[in-house]
């Protein structure tokens, strides 16, 4: 799969998507995460609230997002990511979420966080064993 063929792929899948990232030092985080938004020049963005996620992405910009199809077996995709940028309390956050006939109550402070796409893998790869 390119990335070309991503939004049509999430648009049609039905699935749970789980988003990891690490502290500058390493230390491991993964949260549950909706479908990546997409946007202009390949790139992906998530709503995120300032939680664990979004605090580690300011120290280390890498992040993985693996998303599991709906259904009996591991079907799916993983997403290696790098954060590009980020906006705060933006309008364009509520546009997203009224688009999807959701909404947002509360007053906690909200990100966009744009990432490009650094590599598709499938969910399962298969590695052959080294030959001698």
């Known amino acids: ?5 991503l939004p049509d792929y999430f648009r049609n ?3 749970t998507g789980i988003l990891s990232t690490a502290s500058g030092e390493g ?3 993964s949260a549950l995460y909706a479908k990546p938004r997409f946007f202009e020049n390949d790139q992906i963005a998530f709503i995120m ?3 664990l996620s979004h605090h580690y992405l300011q120290s280390n910009p890498h992040a993985a997002y693996l998303f599991l199809e709906a259904g009996e077996g591991y079907r799916g995709i993983r997403l ?3 954060k590009q940028a ?7 956050i509520d546009e997203l979420l009224n688009a999807e006939g959701r909404s947002y109550v509360g007053d906690k402070d909200r990100y966009l966080v744009f990432f490009t796409i ?4 499938p969910l399962v790869t298969r590695v052959e064993p080294p030959t001698c």
Request: charged content about 30%.
């Open 118 to 121: 650094e590599k598709i893998l």
């Open 80 to 82: 290696i990511l790098k």
């Open 1 to 5: 799969m390119d990335s070309s063929q």
């Open 49 to 51: 609230l300032d939680r």
């Open 27 to 29: 230390q491991v985080n």
């Open 86 to 92: 980020e906006e705060l309390n933006t309008p364009r």
């Open 13 to 15: 899948t039905t699935g």
